[in-house]
């Protein structure tokens, strides 16, 4: 599975942005998608993941009630809506895939990366 972010850009604090996870492949739907971030000088941390049919999703505390993750099957692409956007989710976002059915926080449990995208938002 090969993975695509995009979406990322510049908004000022308060604003919106919608980040795209494409993958390729036909096994899209067999696969716990997750997103998290990397802020300038901090290590990767968990945001978001929805299980492969979308029944569980879990967030960090930090974006609950601000960020949304979905994901279409048929269109082999996971979202992140990201609302009321603060200066400390600035960040590079990155999308991740887990084979099977239990949807994770653990880094080191997804498959395949995908290559990030930057998301800064100005105060």
């Known amino acids: 599975v090969q993975l695509q972010a995009s979406g990322g850009g510049l908004v000022q604090a308060g604003g919106s942005l919608r980040l795209s996870c494409a993958a390729s492949g036909r096994t899209f739907s067999g696969y716990a998608m997750g997103w998290f971030r990397q802020a300038p000088g901090k290590e990767r941390e968990f945001v978001a993941v929805?299980?492969?049919?979308?029944?569980?999703?879990f967030y960090a505390d930090s974006v609950k009630g601000r960020f949304t993750i979905s994901r279409d099957n048929a269109e082999n692409t996971a979202y992140l809506q990201m609302n009321s956007l603060k200066p400390e989710d600035t960040a590079v976002y990155y999308c991740a895939a887990k084979w099977g059915v239990v949807a994770v926080r653990r880094e080191r449990e997804y498959d395949y990366w995908g290559q990030g995208t930057l998301v800064t938002v100005s105060s």
């Open positions: 929805i299980s492969r049919n979308a029944g569980t999703i």
